[in-house]
């Protein structure tokens, strides 16, 4: 009895599962160039702010794709 109540929350707990992206690496990039340019410009720190923005948006319209296409 255990085994099916267990099954039956797994099957309603169940998340869609996310295609492979290039975001988490975007954002790294952003977050470098942005260290960088407190380094040398703060030009460079402007453009890793863009990076940063344009990745954390693409990731989460990803996410948000993926959910309502599960839905």
Not at 45 to 56: F, M, N, P, Q
């Amino acid at each position: 009895m255990s085994t099916e109540s267990t099954e039956s929350q797994t099957e309603q707990t169940e998340e869609p599962e996310l295609r492979p992206t290039y975001a988490p690496a975007t954002l790294a990039m952003g977050i470098t160039f942005m260290c960088w340019g407190i380094l040398t410009h703060w030009t460079m720190s402007v453009i890793g702010i863009a990076v940063i923005v344009s990745a954390i948006w693409s990731w989460m319209n990803e996410i948000h794709s993926s959910w309502s296409e599960s839905q």
